[in-house]
C-alpha cells in the first residue's frame, strides 16, 4: 500500500495489545494474529483478561491483554516482553511496565491519558516518565479525537464512534508490520452483515490509523518478519478449548458414537461446551446441566447408554465432580472429565493460568480410585490429547482426566489440519450379544477392561452400581472380593501403560540437566532449553503428556543426566509425584503461582545456575 | 416413550435373581411387585427399559429388576437418569428414588428434570424418614417430629411433593399408597404413557423407623373416608358411603356430603388432569386429613413436548441442512491456508 523507508527484518516479534476490557483488545489481538497466520508467520498467542467482565474503567483490575508473538521460525511460546505494546489508556501502562522489551515501541491514545485516568492507573502525572520508559520509542497518538473527526460523518452516537478506537490502534499496527488490510475488512463484512454502517466506519478507522501512521513516520523502523519454514499442508489458527472440543467429536466420528457432553459453565473451561453446543450438525448431544455434579452425572448417563460421554470443567467444578468420579470407576464406564486449569485454590483467580490440580485429579476421590490422567502441552495438541483421551476410556472402559490449563484454552496457533483417516480407529469392548447371561464385571484378559453391554440389546440386561460387586454384579461385601476389585481396578489403569509412547527427550539423550515439565509449559520449556543448548550447555527436555500411568521409560531416560529439575506452575506436585513412582532419583525444582505462565528466562536463569552449582 | 410392540410379558419375567433384601413388611415390597405388574402390561420389550437410582432403601430397587439398571450415588438419580434418556430416547426410563433422595441431597436435580420435561418416570417413596441410616427426619417429616436428630421435634416446614413438581412446572403428577396395588399398577401404566417427566409420590411405609405414618389415612379402616382417588372427567366422590364430594367454595375446595344442604352429585367437581392451568390440581395435590382428603390417582398430566424430543429435533434438523456432514468438513472450514 506504501512505501517505507527503513525496513528491518527479524526473526520474531512480540506485540501486546492492551486497554480496558471494554475496549475491544481481545478482538483486536485476533484479527492481527490471523492476518499473521494467513501470510504464514508462525505464532502463538495468549489473552490475559480480568474475571470482571467490566471491572472499574481506567484500573489497573480492568486491564484486558491480548499477546502474540510471531516469527519466521518456530515459535512456542506468546513471547516473555514486548516489542510493541498498545495502551489505550494509563492503566495498560501500569500493567505491563515491566514487560517491555528494553528501548521497545509503545503506542497509546493520548486523548485518553487525562489526568483522572492517570490518577486512577496510579500516577501523578506523567506514567512514561514514573515507569522510566520515557526514552522508549513512544508514539503519543491521539487516538479518540483522530477517530471522532474520521467517522464525523457517519451519524453514529459517540459511543458507537469510541468503539472504533481499537481498530485505529490495529491499523497503525498493521503499518508497523507491513501488514495487508483485507482479512480485517472481510471480517468486517461478515461480522456487520445487515449494518453496513457499523462495518464502514470500522473499516474507515482501521485505515485512519494505517495512513496516520504512514504519514506520522514515527513509527520507526518498520518490522518485516517473513513466513515461516512449516511443513507443507493446509493449516489454521486454533485455540486450546476449540481444538479440545474438535479432539473429541474426531473420536466419537471414529469410533462410531455420538459424543455427549454435560457441561455446566465455567470459566475457563466454557469455550469446550460452546463449542460443542454449537456442532449438532454433527449429532453433538449437548446437555447444559443445572450444575457441575449434574454435568458428569447426565454425561455418565449417556456413557451407561452408550455414548462417548464427556464433561468439561475446572479446578472447583472438578471438586464436586469427585464422587461422580468415583462411581465411574466403580461402575467402570468410558467417560472424560477435562479440567482446564485455573488458578486456585477455592474460586482463586478465574481466568489466570495454573497447574495446581495435578493432585486433586491423580487423588482427589474416597477410597482406591485410580483415574487414567494425561496433559496437552500445546493449544493445538488439545485436539490430540482429547482424543487419545476418548480411545482409552472407551478402549479401556475407565474415566480418564484431561488436563489442560488457561494459557492452553485461551492460546491459539496455527494448527496442521490432520485428515480423519490418518487418525487410529477407536474399538470399545462391546459385549458379545449371544453371551447370556451377560456378566458385567467378566474382563478382557490383557486390557482387563469389562465388557460395555448398552441398554437395548436382549438377553444382555444387567445391574451395575457404587457398590462393590462380584463378576456377576451381586453386591458383595465378602472382604477378599473387595480387595480382589479393587486390585483389577488398579491394575486396568496400570495397564495402560502398554498402549502409551515412551517420554521423548528433546536434545542429546544425555547431560548435565535435564528439565521436566508437564502439559502446558512445555512452549515455554522448549524454547529455554533450546537456547540453552545454543549456547553450548548440555540441558535437555521432557514434557509429560501421561502422568498416570507415567510412561514405561522414565527411568531409563531419568538416570542418563546428573541433574534432573522439574518445572511447574504449583509448588511441585509432580516433583512430589515423581518422588513416589521413582524415588531413585532427586528432583530439584522450579516453581511459579502467580497465575502467569513461566518466562524463558525463569527456566533459563535457574538452569544455568544449577549447572553452575 | 419408548415403542410399543406386541410382547406377552407377566411379572415374573421382570423379577431378577437377586435375594429381595427390604425389611419384612416394608412397603417397598409392594411396590416392587406393582411396577413388575405394570410393565408387564406396557408391550414395551423388556431391554428398553433402564431403572435409575441414586441411595437409599428404595435405591436397591433396580437389582431386583431384571431389567438394565444403574444404581448410582445419593441425590444424582435424576441427572443420570436425563442422560440416559437424552442419550437414547428410546428407552423407557423410570427414576427409583426417596424422599431424602430426591428432595435434600437432589432437590436440585430434581427440579431441573421436570422444568425441561424430560420423558423420564420417577417413582418418589415417601416415608418421611431417612430409613438407611436409621431413622433420621427427611425434608417431608411432619414438623416437630421426634426423630434421632431432632429429639425435640423437627422446626422444619416440611415439603409437599405435588407442590414441588408443579412449582417446578411439572406436567405429570400422581399419588399413591404402596399397599394399593391395583391402583398403583394403573398409575405407573399412565404414567409411562405420558410424554415427559412424571412424578409418582408413593405413601410408603417404613415398618422400623416410622411404622405407620400413613395409616391415618392409608389404613383400611379409614382410607375410604380420608382419602379421594381422581379419576380424571369422573366427579371427585369419596367415602364409604360415596356420599362425600369436593366442590369449590369461593378460592378454597370444600368437603361436602351428597344429599346435605340441597348438594347433589351434579354439584361436585369433575376432576380435569389434563388443564394446563395447575391451579385446582395444586389445591388437590395439597389437600391434607383431617380438614381433606387425601387425593390419589393422577392429579395432573398435561401433555407438553418434551426436551429429549426437542433436542433430537434440533440435531435432525441440522445434521440435514448443514453444510458440515463430517469431521473433515468441519476441519477444513472457515479460514483456513496453504502451506506449500
Known amino acids: ?613 | 416413550m419408548a415403542d410399543t410392540v406386541e410382547t406377552k410379558y407377566t411379572a415374573k419375567d421382570f423379577k431378577s435373581d437377586q435375594e429381595v433384601r427390604w425389611c419384612p413388611g416394608c412397603g417397598d415390597h409392594a411396590v416392587l411387585s406393582s411396577v413388575q405388574r405394570a410393565l408387564a402390561d406396557m408391550g414395551i420389550p423388556k431391554e428398553k427399559f433402564a431403572f435409575i437410582s441414586g441411595i437409599g432403601c428404595s435405591s436397591r430397587f433396580p437389582y431386583y429388576m431384571d431389567t438394565y439398571g444403574f444404581h448410582s450415588i445419593h441425590g444424582r438419580a435424576s441427572a443420570i437418569a436425563s442422560g440416559v434418556k437424552t442419550a437414547n430416547p428410546d428407552l423407557s426410563v423410570w427414576q427409583i428414588t426417596g424422599d431424602g433422595d430426591a428432595l435434600a441431597i437432589g432437590g436440585n436435580h430434581f427440579i431441573h428434570a421436570i422444568r425441561r420435561n424430560i420423558d423420564i418416570n420417577i417413582i418418589l417413596f415417601n416415608n418421611e424418614i431417612y430409613g438407611l441410616t436409621k431413622g433420621q427426619y427427611s425434608p417431608t417429616s411432619t414438623k416437630g417430629l421426634v426423630t434421632k436428630t431432632s429429639p425435640f421435634g423437627t422446626v422444619e416446614e416440611p415439603f409437599s411433593v405435588g407442590e414441588l413438581v408443579i412449582g417446578a412446572k411439572g406436567k405429570f403428577f400422581a399419588r399413591t399408597v404402596d399397599t394399593n396395588i391395583a391402583l398403583s399398577t394403573q398409575i405407573y401404566s399412565e404414567a409411562a404413557k405420558h410424554n415427559g417427566t412424571s412424578v409418582i409420590e408413593v405413601l410408603q411405609n417404613c415398618v422400623i423407623f416410622n411404622d405407620g405414618i400413613h395409616d391415618v389415612v392409608a389404613d383400611k379402616e379409614v382410607r375410604d373416608d380420608r382419602t379421594v382417588i381422581l379419576k380424571h372427567g369422573q366427579p371427585m366422590i369419596f367415602g364409604k358411603n360415596g356420599d362425600k364430594g369436593l366442590i369449590l367454595e369461593g378460592l378454597k375446595l370444600k368437603v361436602v356430603t351428597i344429599g346435605e344442604n340441597g348438594i347433589t352429585k351434579d354439584k361436585i367437581l369433575v376432576h380435569d388432569a389434563v388443564e394446563p392451568n395447575p391451579g385446582i390440581q395444586y389445591m388437590l395435590a395439597n389437600m391434607r386429613y383431617p380438614e381433606y382428603p387425601v387425593a390419589l390417582g393422577v392429579i395432573r398430566s398435561v401433555e407438553s413436548v418434551t426436551y429429549d424430543k426437542s433436542l433430537h429435533n434440533q440435531i435432525n434438523e441440522l445434521k440435514k441442512s448443514s453444510k458440515i456432514k463430517c469431521m473433515d468438513d468441519l476441519l477444513m472450514s472457515g479460514s483456513t491456508w496453504n502451506v506449500d
Open chain 1, 1 to 613: 500500500m506504501s512505501k517505507k523507508s527503513e525496513v528491518i527484518e527479524r526473526e520474531e516479534v512480540v506485540i501486546r495489545f492492551s486497554g480496558d476490557s471494554g475496549d475491544g483488545m481481545q478482538l483486536t489481538g485476533t484479527l492481527f494474529s490471523d492476518t499473521a497466520a494467513l501470510f504464514g508467520n508462525d505464532l502463538s498467542t495468549f489473552p490475559d483478561y480480568p474475571a470482571e467482565i467490566r471491572a472499574p474503567q481506567g484500573t489497573v483490575g480492568g486491564v484486558s491483554g491480548f499477546q502474540v508473538h510471531l516469527g519466521h521460525s518456530e515459535i512456542n511460546t506468546p513471547g516473555d516482553f514486548s516489542d510493541v505494546l498498545v495502551a489505550m489508556n494509563p492503566a495498560a501502562i501500569k500493567a505491563n511496565a515491566k514487560w517491555i522489551k528494553e528501548g521497545g515501541t509503545i503506542i497509546f491514545d493520548k486523548d485518553n491519558f487525562t489526568e483522572k485516568n492517570i490518577e486512577k492507573a496510579g500516577y501523578l502525572k506523567d506514567p512514561l516518565k514514573e515507569e522510566k520508559l520515557d526514552s522508549y520509542n513512544i508514539i503519543d497518538a491521539p487516538i479518540s479525537s483522530m477517530v471522532k473527526e474520521a467517522l464525523k460523518d457517519f451519524g453514529l452516537d459517540p459511543k458507537s464512534v469510541l468503539r472504533t478506537k481499537n481498530m485505529f490502534a490495529l491499523g497503525m499496527v498493521y503499518w508497523l508490520f507491513d501488514r495487508k488490510l483485507d482479512y480485517t475488512e472481510e471480517y468486517f463484512e461478515k461480522k456487520f452483515k445487515g449494518k453496513p454502517g457499523i462495518a464502514d466506519a470500522n473499516k474507515v478507522a482501521l485505515r485512519a490509523g494505517y495512513y496516520y501512521a504512514e504519514t506520522i513516520e514515527a513509527l520507526r523502523p518498520v518490522y518485516k518478519i517473513n513466513p515461516a519454514q512449516i511443513a507443507k499442508g493446509t493449516y489454521r489458527n486454533i485455540s486450546g478449548n476449540a481444538s479440545t472440543a474438535w479432539g473429541f467429536m474426531a473420536a466419537a466420528e471414529k469410533a462410531g458414537l455420538d459424543l455427549f457432553i454435560g457441561s455446566y459453565p465455567i470459566t475457563p473451561a466454557t469455550g469446550i461446551l460452546e463449542e460443542l453446543a454449537a456442532r449438532k450438525d454433527l449429532g453433538v448431544i449437548s446437555f447444559q446441566a443445572e450444575d457441575e455434579i449434574a454435568g458428569i452425572c447426565t454425561a455418565l448417563g449417556a456413557s451407561f447408554a452408550g455414548k462417548l460421554a464427556i464433561t468439561s470443567t475446572s479446578g472447583p467444578g472438578l471438586a464436586l465432580k469427585s464422587e461422580a468420579i468415583g462411581l465411574a470407576v466403580m461402575a467402570e464406564l468410558p467417560i472424560v472429565v477435562v479440567n482446564v486449569q485455573r488458578g486456585g485454590p477455592s474460586t482463586g483467580l478465574p481466568t489466570k493460568t495454573e497447574q495446581a490440580d495435578l493432585m486433586q485429579a491423580l487423588y482427589g476421590r474416597n477410597g482406591e480410585c485410580p483415574v487414567v490422567v494425561i496433559a496437552a502441552s500445546t493449544p493445538s495438541d488439545c485436539f490430540n490429547f482429547a482424543f487419545e483421551a476418548a480411545r482409552i476410556a472407551l478402549e479401556h472402559m475407565t474415566p480418564v482426566l484431561l488436563l489442560t490449563d488457561s494459557y492452553l484454552a485461551n492460546g491459539t496457533e496455527p494448527w496442521r489440519i490432520p485428515s480423519m483417516k490418518d487418525l487410529p480407529e477407536i474399538k470399545p469392548p462391546f459385549a458379545d450379544k449371544t453371551e447370556i447371561p451377560f456378566l458385567p464385571y467378566k474382563r478382557d484378559e490383557e486390557k482387563l477392561s469389562r465388557f460395555w453391554a448398552v441398554p437395548g440389546i436382549p438377553g444382555l440386561e444387567h445391574r451395575i452400581g457404587g457398590l462393590e460387586k462380584t463378576i456377576k454384579g451381586t453386591v458383595s461385601y465378602v472382604p477378599e472380593n473387595h480387595e480382589l476389585m479393587v486390585n483389577l481396578r488398579a491394575e486396568k489403569v496400570a495397564r495402560v501403560v502398554n498402549e502409551i509412547p515412551d517420554l521423548v527427550v528433546h536434545g542429546p539423550q544425555s547431560g548435565d540437566v535435564l528439565v521436566v515439565g508437564w502439559g502446558g509449559s512445555f512452549g515455554y520449556l522448549i524454547t529455554a532449553v533450546r537456547e540453552l543448548q545454543a549456547e553450548g550447555h548440555k540441558v535437555s527436555l521432557v514434557n509429560f503428556n501421561y502422568i498416570n500411568p507415567l510412561p514405561k521409560n522414565v527411568k531409563d531416560v531419568f538416570k542418563r543426566f546428573k541433574k534432573i529439575v522439574v518445572c511447574e506452575l504449583n509448588l511441585g506436585q509432580f516433583a512430589d509425584y515423581l518422588r513416589i513412582k521413582h524415588q531413585e532419583f532427586k528432583y530439584d525444582q522450579i516453581n511459579k503461582v502467580q497465575g502467569v505462565p513461566f518466562t524463558t528466562n525463569d527456566i533459563k536463569e535457574k538452569c544455568i545456575k544449577m549447572l553452575e552449582e
